[in-house]
């Protein structure tokens, strides 16, 4: 299994990106996916999740109207469009497995990650 990230930078408040996590090593259109970020300091704090399909999507409170999870079976690819940034969303975002359906805070193989800055 690998999952790698892409997509990060630095970006001014009020700024958007989009970021990306290219699937192998397993069916990926089988499996529920996550984003989670890690911000300095702190613990694992889950962002957003979509079922295998695509068609259900979940989202923590922190990015409701600004973040929004999207897949590409096809591509085996997962994105994390976000908007509005904060400079407390500032955190190393990675995409993650999760290895039930409709689990959401529970992922088995996890990338590297893609550092988000968000700063004036």
């Known amino acids: 299994v690998q999952l790698v990230e892409s997509g990060g930078g630095m970006v001014q408040p009020g700024g958007s990106l989009r970021l990306s996590c290219v699937a192998s090593g397993f069916t990926f259109s089988d499996y529920d996916m996550s984003w989670l970020r890690q911000a300095p300091g702190k613990g694992a704090e889950w962002v957003s999740t979509?079922?295998?399909?695509?068609?259900?999507?979940s989202l923590a409170r922190s990015g409701e109207g600004r973040f929004t999870i999207l897949r590409d079976n096809a591509k085996n690819t997962l994105y994390l469009e976000m908007s509005s940034l904060k400079p407390e969303d500032t955190a190393l975002y990675f995409c993650?497995?999760?290895?039930?359906?409709?689990?959401?805070?529970?992922?088995?193989?996890r990338g590297q990650g893609t550092q988000v800055t968000v700063s004036s």
């Open positions: 993650a497995r999760v290895p039930q359906p409709g689990r959401l805070y529970v992922y088995d193989f």
């Open positions: 979509i079922n295998r399909g695509g068609g259900r999507t």
